[in-house]
C-alpha cells in the first residue's frame, strides 16, 4: 500500500535561502529511489519561510529507507531539521 507524507517546515527566516538552495539536491536524490512516486516541494505564497513537501512512496518499507537515507540524514537531519522553527509530518490516505 502506497505510503502519502506531507510535511510543513517553517523555517527560521535567517536560514530561509540556506534551505532553498539544499532543496535541490535533495529533490533531486529523493526521487531517485527505489520506491519514490513522487516528491514535490511547493513554497507558501503568505509565508516565504513556510515549505511544504508532498511525497509518496510505494510502501512503507520504501518510505522507511528514505528516513534512513544518506541524503535524508545528512540534509534533512543535519543542515534543515535544526534551522526550523516547527515541523510537522502527516501521513494522509487519498479519499477521492
Same mark, same amino acid.
Given at each position: 500500500?502506497?505510503?502519502? !507524507?506531507?510535511?510543513?517546515?517553517?523555517?527560521? &527566516? *535567517?536560514?530561509?535561502?540556506?534551505?532553498?538552495? $539544499? $532543496? +535541490? &539536491?535533495?529533490?533531486?536524490?529523493?526521487?531517485?529511489?527505489?520506491?519514490?512516486? /513522487?516528491? *514535490?516541494?511547493?513554497? *507558501?505564497?503568505?509565508? +516565504?519561510?513556510? /515549505?511544504?513537501?508532498?511525497?509518496?512512496?510505494?510502501?512503507?518499507?520504501?518510505?522507511?529507507?528514505?528516513?534512513? *537515507?544518506?541524503?535524508?540524514?545528512?540534509?534533512?537531519?543535519?543542515?534543515?531539521? +535544526?534551522? $526550523?522553527?516547527?515541523?510537522? !509530518?502527516? !501521513? !494522509?490516505?487519498? $479519499?477521492?
Amino acid at each position: 500500500m502506497e505510503r502519502e !507524507v506531507i510535511a510543513i517546515w517553517k523555517v527560521r &527566516a *535567517s536560514e530561509t535561502e540556506r534551505v532553498l538552495g $539544499l $532543496l +535541490p &539536491a535533495l529533490a533531486a536524490q529523493t526521487r531517485g529511489e527505489e520506491g519514490n512516486i /513522487f516528491y *514535490s516541494v511547493y513554497r *507558501s505564497e503568505t509565508d +516565504p519561510n513556510e /515549505f511544504i513537501l508532498h511525497e509518496c512512496y510505494a510502501d512503507e518499507h520504501a518510505a522507511d529507507a528514505h528516513r534512513k *537515507s544518506d541524503h535524508y540524514q545528512n540534509i534533512v537531519v543535519a543542515e534543515i531539521i +535544526p534551522h $526550523l522553527e516547527s515541523r510537522t !509530518v502527516t !501521513v !494522509v490516505k487519498k $479519499l477521492l
